[in-house]
């Protein structure tokens, strides 16, 4: 991945990438043991293993260290760092090893797996990320985490959404609320249907969009312990993701555009500085709710900031949905300040080998 940028997809090639992928009953079948109890991991009974306490320790540090790296960090440096952990990891577990140490390191490789999956699916790489996805999925159920592995399901949902499979991102989604239960921590429910409901707003079933966003907002209000990976879904991503998902839903009825507007406007004031790519999704949200509403000076401004963080961070995600907003302003070409910003975005989306 050191040519990140050369290999990103615009979103008619990343279509072209669906023959290559798992989808539909194949996609969704082999994913269905991960409801099933995890089988128990073999008992050592003549030795300790070949690897310590210690060991497992440096390697689960190392790995908080690989999940923190920020846009600091070139994509394919972070990539090879992961995928060399991974393979350590992945050794490791061919030897038979304590039940407590392997489910430890099962874990470790769960979460390794599914950062690989984000680089390559931020790359545009969607085959490789779905079968890191399924990689990471499959360690999550070996070590027991039933949570982790409705996380995974959540990105997998998020990557057939971006290709434009509802239906596939529905079953995922079911699958992992199956496999969490009733009594799911509430930020884990709550993501759940906010992906539920990105789905619903794709097919314009509105009356199911709206039950399910109300379910997130419900279950975002619960109290309780929670997995640290949820941590980035506060309450700023809440109104983040929802405010999008209104945004699709003004596509077809503009009316929903205000409702996008209030509620991504409501994230950007919660949002952390820190959170660039976060702060780009939001902020590309917000210029294509202002389109809808015609808006298209106000637009064009916060899509400025927008580009500014994308020519940051370097993200192939961003620099995607920008070429949305390039596609859906072009009925505002006639205006001068848009024709200004459509040139400057055209050329860096150029620049970042994205089709536009």
């Not at 400025?304 to 994308?310: G, P, S, V």
Request: hydrophobic share 45%; net charge positive.
């Amino acid at each position: 991945m050191d040519t990140a940028h050369a290999q990103m997809l615009g979103r008619r090639d990343a279509t072209k990438t669906l023959a290559a992928l798992a989808l539909g009953p194949a996609l969704t079948e082999p994913l269905e043991p991960w409801i099933a109890k995890p089988a128990a991991l073999p008992a050592i009974a003549d030795r300790q293993g070949t690897v310590t306490e210690a060991e497992v320790h440096r390697i689960e540090t190392a790995t908080r260290a690989l999940r923190s790296w920020d846009s600091r960090f070139r994509l394919g440096i972070r990539c090879k760092a992961v995928v060399g952990q991974l393979n350590e990891v992945a050794e490791l577990l061919k030897e038979p090893q304590p039940a407590a140490l392997a489910r430890r390191l099962f874990t470790v490789l769960a979460e390794l797996a599914k950062i690989a999956a984000s680089m390559s699916y931020d790359a545009g790489l969607h085959p490789t990320a779905q079968r890191y996805y399924v990689f990471a999925l499959r360690a999550s159920h070996q070590a027991g985490d039933r949570l982790f592995g409705a996380n995974v399901l959540a990105d997998m949902a998020r990557q057939m959404l971006d290709l434009d499979r509802p239906a596939e991102a529905l079953d995922l989604v079911r699958l992992a609320l199956d496999g969490v239960g009733a009594t799911a921590p509430g930020r884990v429910t709550a993501m759940l249907r906010t992906r539920e409901a990105w789905a619903y707003a794709t097919t314009r079933r509105i009356q199911a969009f709206h039950r399910a966003v109300g379910q997130a907002q419900e279950a975002f209000l619960q109290t309780g312990p929670e997995p640290y990976w949820t941590s980035g879904f506060d309450a700023a991503e809440l109104h983040g993701v929802i405010g999008a998902r209104y945004r699709d839903l003004a596509q077809h009825d503009p009316k929903q555009a205000a409702r996008a507007v209030e509620h991504i406007q409501r994230a950007l004031e919660l949002r952390s500085p820190r959170k660039l790519r976060n702060r780009a999704f939001d902020l590309i949200g917000l210029a294509r709710a202002y389109l809808v509403l015609g808006e298209p000076e106000q637009a064009c401004a916060v899509g400025r900031e927008a580009l500014t963080i994308a020519d940051r961070i370097g993200s192939g995600r961003v620099y995607r949905r920008l070429a949305d907003l390039h596609r859906e302003s072009t009925r505002f070409k006639t205006n001068p300040t848009v024709a200004e910003f459509r040139d400057e975005l055209r050329h860096r989306l150029r620049h970042a080998a994205v089709t536009t």
